[in-house]
């Protein structure tokens, strides 16, 4: 088939390998979220130590992403993914074996690292895999292999967990990296066809990128300010609900469950609509949903409402995925692709990598109530900047 007619289908060509090996690895990665934050716990850290450690890997990847999308646009999408799926797993390896909350630090510099390596290269390679009509539905395709694997992977997770200890959760997930980085440099084909040679073009894309903060301010507003309020209970959360409600590693799994089934369901059409009615409409849809979660959470007192309402910022976050990653990828830019997906994650880390410090502190001294309704009001903001974007 040739690269034409493979463009013309986003279900042609790379997305077929990446989605089979997005989809075994994030088996592990969902199996993950389950487990990580009570095995920190049960090796000796505290709910605030679990925001020092997130606020730590945001501001190291805000300051890698700022330069690994130049990376990637200079070396090849394919060769920084693999790099990145190698660090990944010796991190595995280390969480493994550690028997204190401090021996796992190297283990979350090699996961920051190897993310800001992969982010950049990832995310530029589905958009180059497509037309850019298909874009929106490429991001939602490949958003779906982390939710697919949330229908089943957190449950068992949580129930291996308790039957066998989280490192045997741990061991699984070492497994299903080495079959994903197997598929990767077995049947990805690089996308990059023009590389970046001089430091001057380099120097010239990260100029226009800053150029296009200034053009596109109330687009990178809007975007920083609802990754702050999502940055506000990342790497707590979980967490956070365990403390507050009692929650068992079960309980845990099936609210990840509940939140993968409505976002497998969802991610997909919701590319499609931000393909044929651009991404403003959207993303405020998106907003207002998620201000809806943030309401019921505060109101919620027992598991099944909780997890109603998971559910509910489930649809907010399968709305605003792929509807984001298209807008972005649609901006008039003459930056290459990675280092325009890399600045942005990066600049975003780099002004909100304080967010989980204060949702841990925000939670550790006013309690559960008190923290939902910073989160709330930040999403508030969020949603009163997207009314401002521009369609395109």
Known sequence: MSRVAEARNPFKGN?????????????????????????????????????????????????????????????????????????????MVLALVANHWILVVPTIILWTVGGSFWEPAFRAMIAESVEPRNRGTAFGLLGLTWFLPGLYAPAIAGYIAEILGPRAVITIMILTESISLSIIILGVRETLKEKMKSSRKVMSSMKDVFKQVRNESKFYTAAIIHRFQGAMGEGIFLGVLLTTFGLDLLQLGLLVNIYSAVTAILQVPMGRLSDRYGGKN???????????????YFLSNNFPSILLFHA?????????????????????????????????????????FPAPLLGSQLFNIYGFQIFIIATALLAAGSLAAFTRLKPI
């Open 15 to 91: 997305i077929p390998v990446l989605t089979a090996s997005e989809m075994i690895s994030n088996t592990g990665w969902n199996m993950q979220m389950v487990i990580w934050q009570p095995y920190l716990l049960s090796l000796g850290a505290k709910i605030p130590t679990l925001g020092l450690l997130q606020g730590f890997s945001t501001l190291m990847r805000g300051g890698l992403l700022l330069t690994t999308g130049r990376i990637a646009d200079s070396m090849g999408r394919k060769r920084l993914m693999v790099l990145a799926s190698s660090l990944t797993m010796v991190g």
């Open 312 to 352: 509910v910022n489930a649809i907010s976050d399968s709305i605003y995925i792929p509807t984001f990653n298209a807008y972005l990828a649609g901006l008039a830019s003459s930056a290459g692709m990675a280092t325009r997906f890399g600045s942005l994650q990066g600049l975003m880390a780099l002004i909100t």
């Open 282 to 296: 959207l993303l405020i849809l998106s907003g207002m949903v998620k201000i809806i979660a943030f309401i019921g």
